[in-house]
């Protein structure tokens, strides 16, 4: 199985799959405190309580935009599942042109997102991301990475707005009842609500003025369903996205060795399953 690992600013989400399959996932909270035994432990102990053998990993693949977690996320790859990590960074094979001016300026979850979109949806088409930022990615109908977008994501403006006055106090950022509020938390959740929304939708019918009227729409992210349905658009919700494109990018730098390695065990499992013949008597 190859086990994938998308790490934000905010969350870190990890997956599983068999072949093309996601068997399993899990959303956990990005700690920069934390030692790798400390994820290893905490890794190990979600697969066994979804009655997963560590032993069946055969490969795993990171994206991650929290540098100093990097090393700690090799080590602990290494540790607690006897393998070499591949990271999503400058130099892996992608498969996709990356049109920005410095190309090690875009976040590895972000292409990730860009290839799994083009692999599963074909282009034009723009992912949009509802993480700690807003991310628009935008892929042409050949496939390259244009570039994008990015705006503060809904947490990012709540906590702002917190911040920054005396007495509005922290919301629920959640689809509000009305449009106009008539207390000061009502109020708030249409702001940042229609506020997001009309973000989304403003920026969207920008980009379809560059990309044509034949662009495709995927919305991924922790508040992707909360404003897809809203939308002008409809955008595609696609919860695994990023996921998705790590395994194909994994695919693509090391398929031909993990299915290799598979083969190999499987020989192994078998020869070892079978009862050596005694040998001819003289």
């Not at 693949?61 to 290494?78: D, G, R, T, Y």
């Not at 992912?127 to 977008?149: K, N, R």
């Not at 560059?210 to 002008?232: F, H």
Request: with cysteine; proline share 5%.
């Amino acid at each position: 199985m190859l086990f994938v690992i998308d790490v934000g600013n905010t969350n870190s989400v990890l997956g599983l799959f068999r072949e093309k399959e996601l068997v399993a996932h899990w959303r956990l909270t990005t700690d920069l405190s934390q030692t790798a035994d400390e994820y290893g432990i905490q890794i190990r102990t979600l697969f066994t309580l979804d009655g997963i053998d560590p032993n069946e990993i055969t490969g795993l693949m990171i994206s991650s935009v929290v540098p100093p977690l990097n090393s700690v996320l090799a080590e602990m790859a290494k540790k607690y599942f006897g393998r070499r990590a591949l990271f999503l960074e400058p130099g892996t094979r992608t498969g996709m042109a990356i049109h920005y001016d410095n190309p090690q300026e875009v976040g590895a979850d972000r292409i990730a997102n860009g290839v799994a979109a083009f692999e599963k949806y074909g282009g034009p088409c723009v992912v949009v991301d509802f993480g700690t930022a807003i991310t628009f990615d935008t892929i042409s109908a050949e496939g390259d990475y244009l570039g994008g977008v990015i705006a503060p994501g809904l947490g990012v403006s709540a906590e702002a707005l917190v911040a920054r006055t005396a007495r509005l106090p922290r919301v629920e950022v959640r689809q509000p009842e009305k449009l106009i509020g008539t207390s000061t938390v009502g109020s708030m959740q249409s702001g940042l609500y229609y506020g997001s929304l009309a973000l989304m939708d403003g920026i969207l019918e920008r980009l379809r003025e560059v990309l044509g009227t034949g662009m495709r729409v995927i919305a991924t992210g922790g508040e992707a369903a909360l404003l897809a349905d809203a939308s002008r658009f409809k955008p595609v919700v696609d919860a695994n996205l990023t996921l998705e494109g790590l395994r194909i990018i994994f695919d693509r730098n090391c398929g031909d060795r993990d299915r290799d390695d598979r083969k190999q065990n499987g020989r192994v499992r078998s020869q070892k399953g079978k009862k050596s013949k005694p040998p001819p008597r003289s």
